[in-house]
């Protein structure tokens, strides 16, 4: 069984910044690609703002977020946390921001989120004006 986990969610004024934190773990999990899908308030599409594959070589961005946000991946660490830097918050930002995993492609990003096999619960993101 594969579990997905976020963390690093809150309030934040806008302008400002947080710092998104994912682990996955699972006896099943070998090598994924890591995305973060954000859903908004009242909105039903989910939104894949940004993903990097397992050797971090490859990320994608939604164009929503270019340049304000990055993604990472920590390889040293036990659990391949991976990360999600979101700086220049603003009014469109708010959503619940999810990780989420696709192992049937390690190598590519892919920017569907119908493609992501598990998911995390999901952390709150909230901008204040």
């Known amino acids: 069984q594969v579990q997905v986990a976020e963390a690093g969610g809150g309030l934040v004024q806008a302008g400002g910044s947080l710092i998104l934190s994912c682990v996955a773990s699972g006896e099943a999990l070998w090598q994924y690609t890591t995305g973060w899908v954000r859903q908004g308030p009242g909105k039903d599409r989910k939104e894949v703002v940004a993903?990097?594959?397992?050797?971090?070589?490859?990320?994608?961005?939604a164009d929503s977020v270019k340049g304000r946000f990055k993604i990472s991946r920590d390889r040293k660490k036990t659990n391949n946390t991976a990360y999600l830097h979101m700086n220049n918050l603003n009014p469109e930002d708010p959503a619940v921001y999810s990780c989420?995993?696709?192992?049937?492609?390690?190598?590519?990003?892919?920017?569907?989120?119908?493609?992501?096999?598990?998911w995390g619960q999901g952390t709150q993101v909230t901008v204040s004006s």
């Open positions: 993903g990097i594959n397992w050797r971090a070589e490859s990320t994608e961005y």
């Open positions: 989420a995993i696709d192992w049937m492609s390690p190598a590519i990003v892919r920017t569907q989120s119908s493609h992501y096999d598990y």
